[in-house]
């Protein structure tokens, strides 16, 4: 997924900024999935990093 976006401050100035998110996913048995993403921000923020374990089943 990629985003541009355009930050505006009190005085006037104006960047442009594209976010970058990634994402992996892998099946395991008994229906568990490892999904890993990772998000490249603009504007000198902190990239966050995420490892999820997800189960799912049906009710």
Do not use: C, T, W
Not at 3 to 18: N, W
Not at 29 to 58: A, D, G, Q, T
């Amino acid at each position: 997924m990629i985003r541009v976006e355009k930050l505006q401050d009190i005085a006037l100035q104006s960047e442009m900024g594209v976010f970058h998110e990634f994402s992996l996913r892998y099946q395991l048995p008994f229906k568990f999935r490892i999904l890993y993403k990772y998000k490249i921000l603009p504007f000198k923020e902190v990239n966050p990093h995420e490892i999820m374990l997800e189960r799912s089943f049906r009710f």
